[in-house]
């Protein structure tokens, strides 16, 4: 993909990159909107184009992903991973501790079976 | 403005950008591209970097409650502007006597073995 040119282009490459909750997606999306149109202004100012204005603005802003790793991402991969990480070991503790109680109610059910002293 | 060279790169800056953004916002309330702006401008052109990495800065400061935000009208535009909380003064006076203790010391070294 080429670099964006205007601030639409640039606009629609962050909206791709942007993980976050709608509301957050959209305050980003307006801060970064509104940052670039001051900035594009600026330069208008000091007689630029309107088409250099904003290309320069995009380059002085720098790359989409810079701004896309913001506001706390909300369900990352790695936020998955210690998640599920944790209900395993959830998962897991809670079966060994019923394993455990099975045996014990085998040995006392099996008369049998010579009683079990070592505890 | 400096040139290429006298800039700080952003990999540099970027330990101390947040305490750069407390300071920028302690004479008062101010959105992402005036704090850029005032950066650049009271560093003589030092604190040069992408523009865009200003907000994950502010947006970690305002998770760890150090700044707020709020919509607001600047120049007939609706931005989001940021304010130090009590929390942000007090960690930007820490950082300010951090920065002063690590510059003594760094003088003292540097000049003091000559």
Known sequence: ?119 | MRGVAERINAQTLKGHLEALILKALEPGPAHGYAIVQQLRARSDGTFDLPEGTIYPALHRLEKATLVKSRWAEVSGRRRRVYTLTRKGKAQLAAKETEWNRLRDGMHAVFEGAR
Request: hydrophobic letters at 45%; zero cysteines; aromatic letters at 6%.
């Open chain 1, 1 to 119: 993909m080429s670099a964006p040119e205007t601030i639409g282009e640039y606009l629609l490459g962050l909206h791709r990159s942007l993980r976050l909750a709608r509301g957050r997606r959209s305050r980003v999306f307006d801060e970064v909107h509104e940052h670039l149109r001051d900035a594009a202004s600026a330069m208008e100012r000091d007689g630029a184009s309107r088409a250099e204005a904003e290309r320069r603005a995009i380059i002085d802003f720098g790359a989409p992903d810079l701004v896309a790793d913001t506001k706390g991402r909300g369900w990352t991969v790695a936020g998955i991973a210690v998640m599920l990480t944790l209900v395993f070991a959830a998962v897991i503790t809670a079966f060994q501790g019923g394993a455990t109680l099975s045996r014990s109610r085998v040995r006392v059910s099996a008369p049998s079976m010579p009683l079990d002293l070592t505890g």
